[in-house]
């Protein structure tokens, strides 16, 4: 079992930063993608931003030059720095990876719960 945790949401104003974190824990043999998503009031959920275990980040172009997305793989952890946030950011944000739980498994996709980012105007 694998247990994705994220925090760091809250309450900011337009123009203002957040640092979103997302631990996993459980038995994990490796992960490989990692990505955060975001879903706004009455709308699907949407790719923010995903990094791989090697290579370059991919983002939506609607965060694009504002928001960075790293990761550390000896804590397990995906962050996301948002800068210059928009109104238009306001979501509830999930983390989501792909954890390989033994060395002879391709992955699965785990959520978390999600963390809400509101930004106001």
């Known amino acids: 079992q694998v247990q994705l945790v994220e925090s760091g949401g809250g309450l900011v104003q337009a123009g203002g930063s957040l640092r979103l974190s997302c631990a996993a824990s459980?038995?994990?043999?490796?992960?490989?993608?990692m990505a955060w998503y975001r879903q706004a009031p009455g709308k699907e959920r949407d790719l923010v931003a995903g990094i791989p275990t090697f290579g370059r980040p991919n983002y939506a172009d609607s965060v694009k030059g504002r928001f960075t997305i790293s990761r550390d793989n000896a804590k397990n952890t995906v962050y996301l720095q948002m800068n210059i946030l928009k109104p238009e950011d306001t979501a509830v944000y999930y983390c989501?990876?792909?954890?390989?739980?033994?060395?002879?498994?391709?992955?699965?996709?785990?959520w978390g719960k999600g963390t809400l980012v509101t930004v106001s105007s």
């Open positions: 459980g038995s994990i043999w490796s992960i490989n993608r």
């Open positions: 989501n990876m792909n954890v390989r739980t033994t060395g002879w498994e391709y992955g699965t996709d785990y």
